[in-house]
């Protein structure tokens, strides 16, 4: 009984911003860390950002400098700011946590997915 549900996807040109948000809810006694996959057509899933419940943050190198990563544990959210979008950056976004249910089972969860799409 644990969902997560995206927010934020959409289409920008080039350069331009989009900020992502995630919440968590349901049976949750704590989350481990939540973080960011991408998947592109006929590519496989990868990790965009993830963050720790202590902050600690772990960024693809494709995505360095220009995407930040945030959580807010109290709201069980996590955010994507993403700054100078590339089109390489067009894909759908999913939203991952590592938790333990209320029931003290360790999960991985994830979200439906929200389309990013970088285009002129």
């Known amino acids: 009984q644990v969902q997560l549900v995206e927010s934020g996807g959409g289409l920008v040109q080039p350069g331009g911003s989009l900020r992502l948000s995630c919440a968590a809810s349901?049976?949750?006694?704590?989350?481990?860390?939540m973080g960011w996959y991408r998947q592109a057509p006929g590519k496989e899933r990868e990790l965009v950002a993830d963050?720790?419940?202590?902050?600690?943050?772990n960024y693809a190198d494709s995505v360095k400098g220009r995407f930040t990563i945030s959580r807010d544990n109290a709201k069980n959210t996590v955010s994507l700011q993403m700054n100078s979008l590339k089109p390489e950056d067009t894909a759908v976004y999913y939203c991952?946590?590592?938790?333990?249910?209320?029931?003290?089972?360790?999960?991985?969860?994830w979200g439906q997915g929200t389309q990013v799409t970088v285009s002129s």
């Open positions: 991952n946590a590592a938790l333990v249910t209320s029931t003290l089972r360790t999960i991985s969860s």
């Open positions: 349901g049976s949750i006694f704590s989350i481990v860390g």
């Open positions: 963050i720790t419940s202590g902050g600690s943050t």
